[in-house]
């Protein structure tokens, strides 16, 4: 069955660091590959997406490219803000149409601190 | 997009009783769906609802212990029945659009059974 495995945390930085946050992936076919995050009392929003190889999502200064060939999606940010400690998920679609496409397989979430 | 409120936001229950969780869309919408948060767990899809008719459960989730409504297009409840400790979570409402691509989440329901 889909798997996502992502980087382990807590990871904690000062700002302005480079953030990296690891991801990988297995599944059959072309899943569509997905970021969320989680801010402190809030629920999940939508981060950035990707829907075939070699597609980079990005958003607020976030980035991720879709890598078919090591089966990766890694969420990667120049310049860190205290704003955007949160938890990070990971997660892929096996679908592209119907109702498929919103059943999303999810990582364990990377929790991401920064510190001023 | 979609305004997702889950209601209760959170809530201590004792082992043997039930809760009802509700989700209210501010729009219609296609897909609605129900995941779980174990504590230090990833998100695990539970079931699809399926307006009028019976939810689509997955593997490891049933019917009798996670039972479903959706009367309509908007709305959608999920009961945890029989609840013991091990039920202690975070659950979450999804909801997603016809075409769209994207999914999106209330700010979940934390439960914690005592």
């Known amino acids: 069955g889909n798997s996502v495995t992502q980087m382990e945390g807590p990871v904690t930085l000062s700002e302005e660091a480079f953030l990296t946050i690891n991801c990988t992936y297995t599944?059959?076919?072309?899943?569509?590959l997905f970021w969320y995050v989680q801010y402190p009392g809030e629920g999940l929003q939508l981060l950035l997406k990707?829907?075939?190889?070699?597609d980079k999502g990005s958003n607020k200064g976030f980035e991720a490219t879709y890598r078919k060939e090591t089966t990766s999606f890694h969420l990667e940010k120049g310049s860190v803000q205290v704003s955007d400690s949160a938890v990070y998920f990971c997660a892929l679609s096996q679908g592209r149409s119907g109702g498929s496409n919103y059943k999303l397989t999810f990582g364990k979430g990377t929790l991401l601190t920064v510190n001023p | 997009s979609a305004v997702i409120s889950q209601k209760p936001s959170r809530d201590i229950c004792q082992r043997g009783t039930s809760l009802t969780i509700q989700c209210q869309v501010d729009?219609?919408?296609?897909?609605m769906f129900w995941y779980r948060q174990q504590p230090g767990q990833s998100l695990t899809l539970i079931a699809t609802?399926?307006?009028?008719?019976?939810?689509?459960?997955e593997s490891g989730f049933v019917i009798d212990k996670f039972p479903i409504s959706r009367p309509n297009l908007t709305f959608s409840t999920l009961t945890v029945s029989n609840m013991s400790p091990e039920d202690s979570s975070i659950y979450l409402c999804?909801?997603?659009?016809?075409?769209?691509?994207?999914?999106?989440f209330g700010q979940g329901t934390r439960l914690t059974v005592v």
């Open positions: 729009s219609q919408v296609t897909m």
């Open positions: 990707a829907t075939k190889a070699d």
């Open positions: 599944a059959t076919g072309y899943p569509s």
């Open positions: 999804s909801v997603g659009f016809s075409g769209g691509t994207e999914a999106f």
């Open positions: 609802a399926n307006q009028g008719s019976e939810a689509t459960y």
